[in-house]
């Protein structure tokens, strides 16, 4: 084995066994653009997988911007795949649209996007673990890009090695020219997208402008610079974070599951700022839902509410209201979020009847199990449904849907977060449930025990003609 293949297979099986990234047994989804970086990642982890004990499944996620250079590396990762023999998934999202929709950058949607795909597959395929190829030198201008914008901590602790979510990062010490010298070696194909040349994004102009001159007048060896400093970063954080998350137990309010999320006043005065923000950050993620996001101004206000009176209050993103109220901080959800819970009645439905709903009409037929679905329809298999009484209703507390194929579920809350969808739009939401468990939510998923399969004789189609579409829709392009 040439010695460049050598020297980064065991840089990547140091990572992987320092950081804990993988585990005999584990199905490992490795996102591969068809770029050099994820072609070298998918031929290590095929080269270690009897090593490890795992096994690997690929997901490439087309963009629909690059028109067809975009079509050629779905091609191309499709082909490696089979030659692999890999399996292979594909998901089509429109960037461009979800970026106007929701006033993102195309490089932020692009991110959100892609990583909501990993979460899907994730789901229906029972996995729990995504491989992504960032290697050093993103590590280095994600800290730089980070250290220009001002941030804290965890900002300069960069790209982690593993996430809590299962995202894992084996390449990232790693650097882009021993990838690049592993591709020649191994004599590996891969594509270039043109957009990376392009210094029209923040992160190329880093990358192409900055960082050879910081290294070529200050520093040649920057890379392990500035991973260094992420590495050091990270570990003061991971620090910081368990200790603020165990004084969040003791300060929070004294009564299990109350509502709404409180802060003891007179203990959080005495802490240091840092501690104040990092506990107050906890209690809004608990108030509007885990990756909850404020500006530093936003906390700064927050922290201002500790020197007034009762009655004092501000109002953060989100309609998030923080007030003080008799020696405890309150982070609640405003009224006006509270009053638009629906008001619709659930109704028991039944085959062939149609249903009025504030934002349209829900519709339940019989069909057979091949007939061609509309976006607006979703069919469920009937002999599994078992004569069981349904509902068309809005969300409750303790509702569940069963997301993974062995029938096991999750909270309907959760489910909702981690699929990104709205606060304001959760609670308007058609459900078709069975008790606390939940059948389908038109437009996001069906659950996993009444999906439709080839041992399917009887479909029921549910039909939702909505005033206003707003529906995200994801193209399944490939063979799971």
Known sequence: MQGKTMQVLKQAQTTIQRHRLLEEGDTVLVGVSGGGDSVCLLHILQKLKEELGITLSVAHIHHGIRGEEADRDAVFVRELCKAWKIPFSLRKVSVPDFAEKEDLSLETAGRVLRYQCFRDLCEVKGIR????????????????????????????????YKREDGVIRPLLDVSREDIEAYLEENHLEYCTDS???????????????????????????????????????AEDGDFLKGYASRLYKRLGSPLPNRRPVVLEMESLEMLERSLKVRLCKLAAEDAMGRGYKAERKHWESVLGLLSKETGSRVVLPGGLTVSVGYGWLIFEI????????????????????????????VSFALAEPTKQLLENQWMLDYEKLDGLPLELRTRRDGDRI???????DKKLKDFLIDEKIPREERDKLMLVCNGNQVVLIPGYRIAEPYKVDSNTKNGLVVTYDKNNEGRRNFADGGAD
């Open 334 to 361: 405003p009224e006006e979020a509270e009053k638009k819970i629906s008001t619709f009645e659930a109704v028991t439905v039944e085959p062939e009847h149609s249903y009025p709903v504030p934002e349209g009409t």
């Open 402 to 408: 069963a997301v993974y194929r062995d029938g096991r």
């Open 195 to 233: 957009t990376n040349q392009e210094d029209e994004y923040s992160r190329n102009r880093i990358r192409h402008q900055l960082m050879p001159q910081l290294m070529e007048q200050f520093n040649p060896k920057l890379l392990q610079a500035l991973s260094s400093l992420a590495k050091n970063m």
């Open 129 to 160: 673990k995504i491989a992504t190829a960032h290697n050093q030198n993103d590590q280095a201008e994600t800290v730089l890009m980070r250290v220009l914008r001002g941030t804290g901590i965890e900002g300069l602790a960069g790209i982690r």
